[in-house]
């Protein structure tokens, strides 16, 4: 139901109650839920233990954890304050919040830089989600029983190599994603309902499994003794893209999630949950990978196959095996389902906003141009392997300039607006904390800390400091 619409008055602007055109979540949980669902996806599970194993692991994941503090939770507090005072797309929201705080329109770019990264990382996001649809058929038709490491490994070699294959499922996920996003809100808040709790008991379980069988010990020592030698700059923009991509920060998804988020729900407390949430997702998928990886002699370093090269290994040789690991990739098909509809949702709302388009056809328009560009990242696998821009394969080279450049520019720019555009009473009002202090704390993590780090990490990165 549409109720109230934010109008182009600049008088009443800020005293109507706004309700975006595209509904809003039923409680908070269901925000919760759908923001959880959002940050909690291939990010945490395939993405967050291959880059650890590339990046050294303890002191990685160090400034990682540091990254989501005093980075993410700020910036993604201040992106659902933003969402939600604009109550429209984020580029509408950018648009209409700039004009609020008498600031040049230019702000709305920061929308579309959103738009495009929405549609660059989902057209790779949604390849790899393709492979662990495949991999829930294989684990449960029991390929992999009894398999070495060796036997996995070669199966994920001819996997990819197969560009039809991959296609084909990278094809049937944009499907099911079109699906989900054609309904609107409450199709996305049905799905992720059920999804992210069963994740998580799975996941636990696959701990205790390589807490038994696996090298946990080492693994433990691998992830959590901090051996700084092993850091670079890179590395340390690998892990602050990271913090950025697993919270779903810098693109607009969590600020078109604001936006439908009722009025009296407290962003701060809300932001820690799923910022907690996210967090704890990574570490238990750490902690389910590494033992197997270093019991089977296998690579930390072995790059994106790494989850594909390990799991089936462990379901391969438990009791129940072909259930459980094809439970599992199923719950990471959902937790990546419900990350890629919010990477859509931005470009979405805007056609249907500013285009006057139906959802449906909205979605048809953006999943067909998403679903074009993602066959790059499909060949990058095969065909391409061998053609290297800057050293990277297409693939590379999008997750670079898309979680290490566009997310953490974003960010900056949302922590700029938030934290010296706009009005330190419109930022107190949205946010509604009953503490001083910890409003006191969030704008200087936002105005100073925040801002200072991207820049720092960018300026180093590029070799000027
Ligand atoms: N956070 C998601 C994940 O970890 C990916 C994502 C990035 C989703 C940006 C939306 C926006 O898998």
Known sequence: MIRLICRE???????????????????????IFAATGSAVGLGNIWKFPYITGENGGGAFVLVYLLC?????????MAEILLGRRGRQSPINTMRDLAKEAGAKPYWRWLGWLGVIAGFLILSYYSVIAG?????????????FEGATADGVSSIFGQFVADPEKLLAWHSLFM??????VARGVKGLERAVRFL????????LLLVVYAMEQGDFAQALNFLFSADFSKITSESILTAMGHAFFTLSLGMGAIMVYGSYLPDKVSIGSTTLIIALADTAVALLAGLAIFPLV??????????????????PIAFGHMDYGSVFGGLFFLLLVFAAWSSSISLIEPAVAWLVENKNMSRMRACILSGTTTWLLGIGTVLSFNLTADVRLFDKTFFDLLDYLTANIMLPLGGLCIALFVG???????????LKMKRPLAYGIWIFL????????????????????
């Open 9 to 31: 008055n600049d008088n009443d602007i800020e005293f109507m109650k706004k309700i975006s055109a595209q509904g809003e979540w039923s409680t908070r949980l269901a925000f």
């Open 68 to 76: 989501i503090a005093l980075i993410g939770v700020p910036i993604m």
């Open 131 to 143: 492979w662990a649809m495949a991999y829930f058929v294989r684990v449960s038709t029991g390929v």
């Open 175 to 180: 499907i099911m994603t079109m699906l989900v």
């Open 196 to 203: 992210m709790p069963a994740l998580l008991v799975l996941l």
């Open 294 to 311: 270093f019991a089977n002699g296998l690579e930390p370093s072995s790059g994106p196959g790494l989850i594909f090269q390990t799991l």
């Open 420 to 430: 010296w555009v706009m009005s330190r009473d419109d930022s107190m009002a949205e």
């Open 446 to 465: 936002l105005k100073y800390i925040s801002p200072t780090a991207v820049l720092i990490v960018f300026l180093n990165v590029i070799g000027i400091i």
